[in-house]
C-alpha cells in the first residue's frame, strides 16, 4: 500500500457533487447564451446558425472558464 492510500479519509478534501455543481453552471450560463442570442440577434438576421454560433460559443466559454466556473468555486463552495 502506498502512503497516500493509508491516509484517513477525514484529511482528504470531500468531492463536489456533480449533480449541484452542474446546476449552479446552468444558472450561470443559461442567461449568458439568452442574453448573447438577443444582443447578437439584430446584428446576424441574415447568418447561418453555425456563423453565429462560431461567434458567440468562445465568448461564452471565455465567461465559464474566467467567470462562472470560478465565481462558483468561490461563492457556492459549501453547497458542493
Known amino acids: ?3 497516500s492510500s493509508s491516509t484517513p ?4 478534501p470531500r468531492k ?3 449533480l449541484r455543481f452542474s ?3 446552468f444558472l450561470g450560463v443559461y442567461p449568458l447564451v439568452t442574453a448573447l442570442i438577443y444582443a447578437l440577434a ?3 438576421t441574415e447568418w447561418h446558425i453555425w456563423q453565429r ?3 458567440m460559443v468562445p465568448m461564452i466559454v471565455g465567461s465559464m472558464v ?3 466556473i470560478p465565481s462558483i468555486h ?3 463552495h459549501r453547497w458542493l
Open 1 to 3: 500500500m502506498s502512503a
Open 9 to 12: 479519509s477525514s484529511t482528504q
Open 16 to 18: 463536489p457533487n456533480r
Open 23 to 25: 446546476f449552479f453552471v
Open 42 to 44: 439584430p446584428f446576424t
Open 53 to 55: 454560433n462560431l461567434v
Open 66 to 68: 474566467f467567470v462562472i
Open 74 to 76: 468561490r461563492h457556492c
